[in-house]
């Protein structure tokens, strides 16, 4: 085998909470995360020598400004790997959008080399790999619905969220993730999520009581300062979601819904020159 194809999944936050800021700049966050079926296309091949890595998005840098560059040089420089390699992105997942896009990519070319190599790594040495290349990189290695703590690289896996419609939101505005965490004051956040409530909620498959508890706190920063956030929440609502919520950092915005028919008709209604909209799973 010269070449394998991955799908990268996007990913979104049910919840997200910050509980302390680190002095070494990092944040103690505790959220439960969620891939989706939207995704990104990684071709990871064998080449002569060297890293190169094609994207069909010319916004995404091309060496190793590339998350997915810098993925494929540390297992080459670790596994002593004797070949170039060839990364292709079809990028799909919009980006700089609190989706994980760049680390889905990164962890897509960890499996990757894993298997073009037959390296016959376990998921926990990728996953000790993919923590040294992101903070993000570890949930996409593992995927499906999973509760993160620490800086988001202590993962308990939850049980699977599924048939579950998602109408995902990325307003066309930029959003820096390093200017949201530093303006967050923890002192103005007033409602938390409850944890333990979503966990229950995943548990007993109450779609109803998951949306009720699904906060995301660094909305304190984001929505004060973007009102179209809170304009694609509402409607969203408005058109039936059971409850809506930013992804990370933002900009993104997800409405959750237990109907798939339902969301077929908001995915509809949603479409708006001031955004891209997505209509997707859990998966
Ligand atoms: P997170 O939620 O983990 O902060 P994000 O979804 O907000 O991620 P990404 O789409 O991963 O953000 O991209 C963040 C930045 O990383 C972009 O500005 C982009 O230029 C850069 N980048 C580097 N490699 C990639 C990649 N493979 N895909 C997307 N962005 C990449």
Redesign the pocket.
Known sequence: MDLIEIKARAKINLSLDVKAKRPDGYHDVCMVMQTIALH?VVSVEKAESGIEVM?NNP???SGN????YRAAQIMIEKYGIDSGIKIN?D?R???????????S??AAVLKGINALFSLGLEQHELLDVGKCI???VPFCIKGGTVLAEGIGEILTDLTPLSEVSIVLVTPKINVS?AWVYKSLDLDVIQSRPDTYAIINAIEKRDIDMLAKNMINVLETVTVPRYGIIEEIKTRLVDLGAAGSVMS??GPSVFGVFSDAQKAKNAYGEMKDDRWDCFLTHVE
């Open positions: 990104d994207c916004v995404i840098p400004g590339n998350i997915a992105i990028k997942i919009p980006v700089a959008a609190g989706l994980a896009g760049g680390s990519d990164a992101g903070a993000d993730t990370g950092s």
